[in-house]
């Protein structure tokens, strides 16, 4: 399973860089926000940083003409961008065209297997699942995920499925059981996969022990 970092923060895409861990980057208008600097400097520096793997830029315009007319705009900004295209009837016709012209889309906002199979058909390059946000309303984030990869192999479908809104380590866990090909990690997240109560506990118990060896 691929790991992209869920962020905008320059900092924390640098941590996971440094850590060998990045297979890409999804940013949108919330994360963007939340890096609290001016857009064009914050996708610059991304971009500066990150220059051979997908970088997802989150598109704002919600009819087909003017969807594609975005994405053109925002692809020309480096060769890995991938354009984030909410699920809506426009945005799958401008997924669409934009595949066969050879910009990458993200599929965003995907809650249900039945709207991952139309971004498929659509040509979808990467299909954004958002498990927190189902499990937040009492939905099984994972079920989505482990049907529509199913659907993916079933039908020999190119889309890739990419967990997102992860809000835990147990969600990263479960998504890479189920076969995601991407999961998409808040740096909180990413921080916490590695740690376990007992590994902090047997490196204190191992350091303590070791001073007892007659040396
Ligand atoms: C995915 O690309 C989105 O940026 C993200 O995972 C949304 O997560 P949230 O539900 O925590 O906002």
């Known amino acids: 399973m691929k790991i992209f970092i869920d962020t905008a923060i320059i900092k924390e895409i640098e941590w996971a860089e440094e850590r060998g861990l990045l297979d890409g980057i999804t940013t949108n208008p919330s994360l963007l926000s939340r890096a609290d ?28 003409d003017e969807i594609i007319e975005e994405a053109r705009t925002v692809s020309k900004l480096a060769k890995n961008v991938v354009v984030k295209v909410p699920m ?3 945005g799958m016709m401008a997924v669409q065209y934009l595949e066969k012209k050879g910009i990458h889309t993200n599929v965003t906002l995907v809650f249900s297997a039945a709207q991952a199979l139309l971004a498929a058909k659509s040509g979808a390059t990467f299909i954004s699942i958002f498990m927190g946000r189902l499990d937040d309303i009492k939905q099984s984030g994972i079920e989505v995920v482990r ?3 199913q659907i993916m192999r079933q039908y020999e479908f190119q889309s890739n499925i990419l967990a997102a809104s992860i809000r835990s380590v147990s969600h990263v866990e479960e998504c890479a059981l189920a076969g995601a090909d991407v999961a998409t990690i808040p740096f909180k997240v990413l921080v916490q996969m590695y740690r376990h109560d007992l590994t902090d506990k047997g490196i204190k118990k191992f350091l303590e022990d070791w001073e007892k060896v007659p040396k």
């Open 37 to 64: 600097r001016k857009l064009g400097e914050v996708i610059n520096d991304i971009l500066k940083l990150i220059k051979d793997r997908p970088v997802s830029i989150e598109l704002v315009s919600q009819n087909v």
């Open 88 to 90: 809506t009837d426009e």
């Open 147 to 149: 049907e529509s990869v």
